[in-house]
Nanobody
Framework: QVRLVESGGGLVQAGGSLRLSCVVL????????MGWYRQAPGNQRELVAT???????NYADSVKGRFTISRDNAANTVYLQMNSLKPEDTAVYYC?????????WGQGTQVTVSS
């Protein structure tokens, strides 16, 4: 049984920072790509950032230069450092991993940025 547990969300003022964490629990041989997605009310879920097993990163244009994704393979954890937060970053943030052809999602963590 694989379970993704996210943490680090909360309420922050515009310009502030948050760090999201996602721990992958369960028996896995290896994890390929890890990533963060977000969904605001009334919107579709969208990619925020991904990082491959080789640590190649990809970011949505809206977060480039403000967010940084990283991973700790020994701890099966992926992080999202979010700086210079804007009200438009408000959303539920989801962790996603790829293990071969299998896809796993976390339950989501709310991030709210006040103006």
């Amino acid at each position: 049984q694989v379970r993704l547990v996210e943490s680090g969300g909360g309420l922050v003022q515009a310009g502030g920072s948050l760090r999201l964490s996602c721990v992958v629990l369960g028996s896995l041989f290896s994890i390929d790509t890890m990533g963060w997605y977000r969904q605001a009310p009334g919107n579709q879920r969208e990619l925020v950032a991904t990082i491959t097993s080789g640590r190649t990163t990809n970011y949505a244009d809206s977060v480039k230069g403000r967010f940084t994704i990283s991973r700790d393979n020994a701890a099966n954890t992926v992080y999202l450092q979010m700086n210079s937060l804007k009200p438009e970053d408000t959303a539920v943030y989801y962790c996603k991993i790829l293990v071969g052809s299998l896809v796993y999602w976390g339950q989501g963590t709310q991030v709210t940025v006040s103006s």
